[in-house]
């Protein structure tokens, strides 16, 4: 089969080439890929900052894919061929509280990615693709709506009125506005950019900020809701900006740590965390059973990714080269 092939860390060995098309063991699935998603992890990967001593060397990168079950192994009864699927990132992660060691079985690293013709999922990982979604939408569900939806709902137990601040523009924060907004939240919406700060407005955000125009955003935050804080973050910014998240949360309330577009590291002041007893916690996505409970609300409330370009399988490079410029909601890679 055709399949990007990431031979070395950098872009520049990612290469198009072939690769045998694997075979579905027992409890497997042979998916026929029709689209992935990039996400931040892809890149990082790339970059040789994301679990570098788990990257195999050749990968086929890239988590997040839909298609359509082809051939399925011994004893297969959840799916059969016809059904248009999801991968799941944590693919042993179905429910409950993560294992110690959920990052060993993710797609796109170490497990081979749906940036090729084909891929395999096992049948308890596979999600059923929404039938509203074409392969290109359910492709950008897996981890960017899924965190966000895991941080705002199972985690973040967030109601009808409460507020949520939510960083930046990209594939997690879009979904997050849009899923907080039909939750019934207040969502506030920072960006460096104020054309993007008018489109989040469009899809839910009652209040913006420019994070650029102004630095200390959690001032403004505060003065936004009368001196309080937000009652939820999702902090995908990380580095020492996690300071600035816990003085925008209200007394007792709850920050979803996401990402680390600022750093990997911080400098953390533990006394504003220790006398606003701010609830900081660590989100890797999601198990599939919260998977399944998202597609079934997407559905119900009509929600569509937000996509910012879909390239195809010979622009793969392209992609990821937007996917580091920002975009705005999501990167769709047309597979077949
Ligand atoms: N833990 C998990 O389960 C999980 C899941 C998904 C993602 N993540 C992590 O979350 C982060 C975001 O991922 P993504 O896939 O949504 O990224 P993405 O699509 O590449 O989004 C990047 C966007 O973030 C915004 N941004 C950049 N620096 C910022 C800053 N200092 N403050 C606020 N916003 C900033 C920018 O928006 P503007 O252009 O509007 O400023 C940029 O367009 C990454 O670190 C990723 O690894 C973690």
């Known amino acids: 089969m055709k399949a990007w092939l990431l031979n070395d860390f950098g872009l520049d060995n990612l290469v198009l080439g072939e690769a045998p098309t694997p075979q579905p063991k ?22 040789g900052i994301y679990e570098p001593h788990l990257v195999p060397k050749p990968l086929i990168p890239v988590s997040d894919a839909a ?55 096992h049948e308890q990982s596979a999600v059923r693709a929404p039938d509203a979604m074409s392969d290109e939408e359910a492709a950008t569900l897996p981890i960017a709506a899924l965190t966000a939806w895991y941080s705002l709902v199972d985690f973040g137990q967030l109601q009808p009125g409460q507020s949520v601040l939510v960083q930046g523009t990209g594939g997690v924060s879009i979904f997050t506005i849009q899923i907080a907004a039909a939750l019934g939240a207040r ?39 009368g001196g309080k804080g937000v009652d939820l973050l999702l902090d995908v910014a990380g580095g020492n900006g996690v300071n600035q998240s816990i003085a925008a949360t209200k007394a007792g309330g709850r920050i979803a740590q996401i990402g680390f577009l600022t750093g990997q590291e911080t400098q953390l002041n533990l ?66």
Do not use: C
């Open 271 to 336: 006394m504003p965390l220790i006398f606003r007893q701010t609830t900081l916690r660590g989100i890797a996505v999601a198990p599939r059973s919260s998977f399944d409970r998202m597609n079934v609300f997407l559905n119900d409330k009509k929600i569509r990714p937000v996509i910012d370009h879909v390239y195809t399988f010979e622009e793969a490079r392209e992609a990821y080269q937007h996917l580091a410029r920002g975009p705005f909601g999501k990167v769709v890679i047309k597979v077949s």
């Open 67 to 121: 298609g359509t079950v082809v051939a399925i192994g011994d004893g297969v009864t959840r799916f059969k061929a016809g059904d248009r699927v999801n991968s799941h990132l944590y693919s042993r992660w179905l429910d409950g509280a993560p294992g110690p060691d959920e990052s060993l079985y993710s797609f796109g690293s170490p497990l081979p990615g749906g940036l090729a013709e084909y891929m395999i999922i």
């Open 187 to 225: 969502v506030i919406a920072t960006s460096s950019r104020d054309d993007n700060l008018e489109a989040v407005k469009k899809l839910g955000a009652s209040d913006v900020v420019n994070y650029r125009v102004t630095p200390q955003w959690e001032q403004e935050v505060l003065r936004l809701t």
């Open 26 to 47: 027992a409890g497997e699935l042979l998916v026929k890929v029709g689209a992935v998603s990039l996400n931040y992890r892809d890149k990082a990967i790339v970059d």
